[in-house]
């Protein structure tokens, strides 16, 4: 089992960066594929980006591609969204989640791929 803690977030302006961190504790960090999803107001959770265990496989939503960055460190079992030039359509709550994949393949952009979630960090990006 897997507790997810997000951290990071906050008010920046548009065009502007934020880190986003996501603490893993629990067994196994480098047997889970992790995910970034955010939800705006009124809006379904979407998914940002994941990256498999080795860091190997990387996605990203159209979105966001070219401008964020995933990442993560096994040895502190942590993972990290990197947001560049940020849009106010990017405000939202930032969620990290697990997906535990021993067989290396998984869903990225499937919500219900992930059995572990964070509680999530607020992301606002004003204009």
């Known amino acids: 089992q897997l507790h997810l803690v997000e951290s990071g977030g906050g008010l920046v302006q548009a065009g502007g960066s934020l880190r986003l961190s996501c603490a893993a504790s629990?067994?196994?960090?480098?047997?889970?594929?992790m995910g970034w999803f955010r939800q705006a107001p009124g809006q379904d959770r979407e998914f940002v980006s994941a990256?498999?265990?080795?860091?190997?496989?990387?996605f990203y939503a159209d979105s966001v591609k070219g401008r964020f960055t995933i990442s993560r460190d096994n040895a502190k079992s942590m993972a990290y969204l990197q947001m560049n030039s940020l849009k106010p359509e990017d405000t939202a709550v930032y969620y990290c989640?697990?997906?535990?994949?021993?067989?290396?393949?998984?869903?990225?952009?499937?919500?219900?791929?992930?059995?572990?979630w964070g509680q999530g960090t607020q992301v606002t990006v004003s204009s």
């Open positions: 629990g067994r196994m960090f480098s047997e889970h594929a």
């Open positions: 990256i498999n265990w080795n860091g190997r496989y990387i």
């Open positions: 989640a697990a997906a535990h994949t021993p067989f290396g393949s998984w869903s990225a952009e499937v919500k219900d791929e992930y059995r572990y």
